[in-house]
């Protein structure tokens, strides 16, 4: 019983925390974001005025989390991107050697339509954090072993979302250290 909720229920459960993210659809205009000039070099940087959400320079959400961010908890599969709905996602899920090794999966989703104000309670209230100097929301799965930290980028938002088996104050403390890690890697605005 113990192997199928770790292989089979698990997966499902950080699926699906990984979805309590999503946001409604909002109405508007799409237009292209702009580009830095070719004389350029230092990082982009992008500002919430004239509608810029500021994650649009983020083309691969994989690179916000490096493997050491994860070492403390154990050892990782390589990183799987792909979308959900409409965030771009990268999710880590650790190795598990034995059927008493605990399961976490740990992500990062990028939300351009997004803001921090967006965040969806998942059960356990969303509270108001900083996250070294950046505007973040928190929302605790309650009874589900999950957390979604969202960090502001401009009027747009990336998620450190982190599912595991014990209990959701164990995944808000992981996905609190994982975003002290990946803040600095984000555009600022």
């Known amino acids: 019983m113990t192997k199928l909720f770790v292989r089979v229920v698990l997966p499902l459960v950080a699926g699906g925390a990984l979805l309590a993210g999503c946001t409604s659809t909002q109405g508007g205009t799409a237009s292209p974001a702009q580009s830095p000039s070719a004389g350029d070099s230092s990082a982009p940087e992008t500002s919430a005025s004239a ?8 083309s691969d959400p994989c690179t916000l989390i490096e493997a050491g961010d994860l070492s403390s908890y154990g050892e990782f599969n390589p990183p799987v991107s792909k979308k959900l709905g409409t965030a771009r996602s990268c999710s880590y899920q650790k190795k ?3 059927a008493s090794d605990e399961s976490i999966v740990v992500g990062a989703n990028v939300r351009d339509d997004a803001s921090i104000d967006q965040v969806n309670d998942t059960g356990g209230g969303v509270v108001d954090k900083d996250v070294n100097g950046r505007k973040a929301r928190e929302a605790s799965g309650g009874s589900v072993a999950a957390c979604t930290l969202g960090l502001a980028v401009g009027a747009s938002r990336v998620d450190v979302v982190v599912t595991t088996v014990s209990s959701a104050d164990q995944a808000c403390q992981i996905a609190e250290a994982v975003a002290k890690a990946v803040e600095p890697r984000l555009p600022k605005g």
């Open 96 to 98: 598990i050697a034995s």
């Open 51 to 58: 509608g810029g959400g500021g994650t649009e320079s983020i």
